[in-house]
């Protein structure tokens, strides 16, 4: 599998992340990452991908603030009315709470996976950093707290782009669509990620949800130099998820 090659490469032998396989600490939307040298740990969070199903609904849920009243319910009023994703989220988060008490650095995600990562940084990673791209209603990051990344045209990140114009706590960063300029091509992940390499090519296009951002990102980061504190660069761990 050459994707699975790549972010064996990339994690592994490049930046000395493994993933953890555990299934109570990494699922379908949940991946984890651990650094055996210095005990960090990252945790990506998966972006929409059945828009029919759980993501779908929570893409809504998420805007609306359903999502936190369902949580408030179940946990004043013991009635449990949250999705299958919520619970699971929930679960997997306290997890990885116990597993590695304190030593989650790192959240990040994509889209809805930028809003799972920024409420799971609030909620129970309070001491990490979230880095999300384009990320939907409820993924905004305030600076000292993370990134927050998109393109000129993406219209998911338009909460984060508006308090980044009108508040001096948040700053969103743009980078040029590499996929297309459209409403879903410069929403896509893939414009923040180098071509994935091929056994027969060599290399090839970008591919949806490649989820391969961060090592982007660490390229692109380093190049522009950006305003954030040495703090913020020193303590970012890089990591390559697959969604």
């Known amino acids: 599998n050459v994707m699975a090659d790549y972010i064996d490469n990339v994690s592994t032998k ?40 759980q993501d779908g609904a929570a893409n809504i849920t998420n805007t ?10 179940a946990d004043e009023f ?6 299958e994703k919520a619970k699971l989220l929930k679960t997997t988060n306290e997890n990885i709470l116990k597993k590695y008490p304190g030593k989650v650095s790192l959240t990040a995600g994509h889209s809805q996976g930028g809003h799972d990562a ?19 209603p409820g993924g905004e990051v305030k600076k000292g707290e993370g990134r927050m990344w998109t393109t000129p045209n993406d219209i998911v990140s338009i909460k984060g782009k508006a308090y980044s114009m009108f508040s001096q706590n948040f700053e969103m960063k743009h980078i040029s669509s590499t996929v297309g300029d459209g409403p879903i091509s410069s929403h896509l992940s893939d414009n923040f990620a180098n071509k994935v390499p091929t056994q027969e090519t060599g290399f090839t296009g970008q591919t949806d949800e490649s989820g391969i951002q961060l090592q982007e990102l660490a390229d692109r980061s380093e190049l522009t ?8 660069n020193e303590r970012t761990p890089l990591v390559v998820t697959e969604n």
């Open 14 to 53: 490049m930046k000395g992340y493994t993933f953890d396989s555990d299934p109570e600490v990494s699922n379908k939307y949940v991946k984890t990452f651990v650094n055996p040298k210095t005990g960090d740990v990252a945790v990506a969070y998966r972006g929409t991908v059945d828009w029919l199903k």
């Open 118 to 136: 920024t409420q799971s940084k609030k909620a129970y990673f309070k001491e990490a950093e979230s880095i999300v791209f384009m990320p939907a």
């Open 64 to 73: 609306v603030g359903l999502t936190k009243f369902r949580q408030m319910i």
């Open 225 to 232: 130099n950006v305003s954030e504190s040495q703090t913020v």
């Open 78 to 83: 013991d009635v449990d009315v949250r999705s």
